[in-house]
């Protein structure tokens, strides 16, 4: 058992960074001091590059060994010398950008490395991405920066081109149903079923496989398209769809925001009568204004969960259509997608994909959310 156990079918990953451990060990070829972690999402890009820190901060052998001191505080995320950055908002702005610049390029304080972990480096503004470059172009010595992004095309050119890249795979259905069944104890069936309903992506497979309700919203996405009658209904289902993804979002974003908010009020010290102490309202109105951003993301991440279901189903029929021999997301819909695929010429399925797809974009440019989900599903009846 090393950290590297918890890449769920990475193999060749996994093998590339323990020779870069190996390497950086034996002081031979020099270290790469920028790593660039791409992969879709939920493949464990950020569980790759955490793993990669234990084990460049293990002292035992095997290096990355799960147990000893150094691993401990890396996968708890309390170690000294490495410093995980997660941006709230929707992006990260310069001023945090050189902060943490400066912060890294200190000396390890005990550690091996200093190591900066930066989650959604996609998120860097362009600005706050020339802050960056300059620290990845004159690194100093000791400091390890593990960029992580969906794809490498996420970030600028100049510092795609400095840095080394690991390239994750999105996870084979079967390797996310035995991580479910063996790590978290999930009964076969019902792992098997959320790991080909979760795409790869092994967090959505561990909600769908512990949370029904979870389930059953994905349910209601997957019915839309036997909904899509006439275009009263059409618009029905598009206010439904955004409404439970809001639904999801906000439950989430509330989790999130009261511990926030109450470890903030302590931390800036509240009395025990509730009351904050004079000077502290601007810290407490700058954490309001990121957890507003952050909502906001929250809601489109999950707006946009919601349109993948709905691609899957269409998918489906497309496989089913040319007899392709790859299994189907959505087995427990099969009679359904089998009767679409007979119904549904191949051509009407793409346009219907690409409906679905125009409408993700649309959102991604900040289009009205209801009125790009309207105009996909009138589309989807039609087209
Ligand atoms: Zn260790």
């Not at 994750?168 to 978290?184: I, K, M, N, W």
């Not at 398209?225 to 989430?252: D, I, N, Q, S, Y």
């Amino acid at each position: 058992m090393t950290v590297f156990d918890d890449l769920v079918g990475q193999g060749p990953v996994v093998a590339q960074l323990q020779a870069a451990v190996t390497a950086a060990r034996q002081g031979t070829g020099g270290m790469t001091h920028a790593w660039l972690f791409t992969g879709p999402p939920g493949s464990g890009r950020e569980t790759a590059a955490t793993a990669f820190a234990a084990a460049l901060q293990c002292v035992e052998e095997p290096a990355g060994c799960g147990y000893c001191a150094n691993c401990h505080q890396v996968l708890q995320g309390t170690h000294a010398d490495l410093e995980v950055v997660r941006p709230q908002g929707l992006s990260y702005s310069v001023k945090e950008t050189r902060a943490l610049v400066m912060r890294a390029a200190s000396s390890p304080s005990g550690g091996r490395w200093r190591i900066v972990l930066f989650e959604d480096a996609d998120r860097a503004t362009e600005a706050a991405a020339n802050a960056l470059l300059k620290a990845i172009e004159e690194p100093p010595p000791r400091t390890v920066w593990l960029l992580c992004a969906p794809s490498p095309d996420d970030l600028v050119m100049t510092i795609r081109s400095r840095c080394r890249l690991v390239t994750l795979r999105t996870p084979p259905a079967d390797a996310v149903r035995d991580l479910l069944v063996q790590r978290d104890g999930v009964e076969h069936e019902l792992a098997s079923a959320a790991a080909r309903a979760a795409q790869g992506d092994i967090g959505r497979a561990r909600r769908l496989a512990a949370d029904s309700s979870a389930r059953q919203r994905r349910q209601e996405i997957l019915s839309v398209p036997a909904r899509l009658t006439a275009v009263g209904p059409a618009v029905m289902a598009a206010e439904a769809l955004v409404k439970a993804a809001e639904a999801e979002a906000k439950a989430l974003t509330e989790e999130l925001n009261e511990a926030e908010t109450a470890a903030m009020r302590q931390a800036l010290g509240e009395s025990a009568k509730g009351r904050m102490p004079r000077g502290t309202a601007g810290a407490m109105k700058e954490l309001e204004d990121r957890q507003k951003s952050r909502a906001t993301r929250l809601k489109r991440d999950a707006l946009d969960r919601t349109l993948l279901d709905l691609a899957s189903f269409y998918r489906d029929v497309l496989t089913l259509r040319f007899g392709a021999s790859v299994p189907v997301v959505n087995e427990d819909r099969l009679p359904e997608l089998q009767s679409y695929a007979r119904k549904l010429p191949a051509e009407a399925v793409i346009r219907r994909l690409d409906a679905i797809m125009a409408c993700r974009r649309r959102l991604a440019a900040n289009v009205n959310p209801l009125l790009a989900v309207e105009a996909m599903m009138l589309e989807l009846r039609t087209g």
